[in-house]
Antibody, heavy 121, light 111 residues
């Protein structure tokens, strides 16, 4: 059974930092591109970042570029999102999501339950 | 402002069919077959319903179907059921800027 479990969310002050983690199981993690998607309270889904299976291809939304860093540890089956210089508009539920195929497919077939990040003073 | 345009809401009665549109441009929806659709119930994670324009993942009812014409994609739900009431999001690969773009979401109400 595929499982994705996010952690690391919480309350942080503006300009602060937070590191999210996503532990996965039930599939060969090192074979799949992985993604972060967020959802602000009461709002729609927003793609945040993508990392290829080997980590050599990385993409970010313009809204987080230069502040967020996506990474992965294939030996630990873990995906990460380092978030720096956080702003109020980064407040959201952050989901990790698995790519739907071992090739680039740009759809996400499994999602975690999300971890909530609140940026407030 | 979302990159893909969806109606904010649609509604239908049980047993009816509804269609949700998703409009983009030639560099996203119109450019390739990387359009997908997600269903999200309140407080739940999104669920993949359609991928690559018209493919259904295993376990998704055949009442859900997808199509595309030019820069617009559509999700059709036939034989509406009360459990179909949810938010629906389209998404697409984009050749410029972001890798993936989402629509703003459509709230489906089953009357």
């Amino acid at each position: 059974e595929v499982q994705l479990l996010e952690s690391g969310g919480g309350l942080v002050q503006p300009e602060g930092s937070l590191r999210l983690s996503c532990e996965v199981s039930g599939f060969i993690f090192s074979s799949y591109t992985m993604n972060w998607v967020r959802q602000a309270p009461g709002k729609g889904l927003e793609w945040v970042a993508t990392i290829s299976n080997s980590g050599d291809a990385i993409f970010y939304a313009e809204s987080v570029k230069g502040r967020f860093t996506i990474s992965r540890d294939n030996s630990k089956n873990r995906l990460y999102l380092q978030m720096n210089d956080l702003r109020a508009e980064d407040t959201a539920l952050y989901y990790c999501a698995k790519e739907g195929s071992v090739r680039w497919t740009y759809y996400f077939d499994y999602w975690g339950q999300g971890t909530l990040v609140t940026v407030s003073s | 402002q979302s990159a893909l345009t969806q109606p904010a809401s649609v509604s239908g009665s049980p047993g009816q069919s509804i269609t949700i549109s998703c409009t983009g441009i030639s560099s996203d929806v119109g450019g390739d077959r990387y359009v997908s659709w997600y269903q999200q119930h309140p407080g739940k994670a999104p669920k993949l319903m359609i991928y690559e324009v018209s493919n259904r993942p295993s376990g998704v009812s055949n009442r859900f179907s997808g199509s595309k014409s030019g820069n617009a994609a559509s999700l059709t739900i036939s034989g509406l059921q009360t459990e179909d009431e949810a938010d629906y999001y389209c998404t697409s690969y984009t050749a410029y800027g972001a890798l993936v773009v989402f629509g703003g979401g459509t709230k489906l109400t089953v009357l």
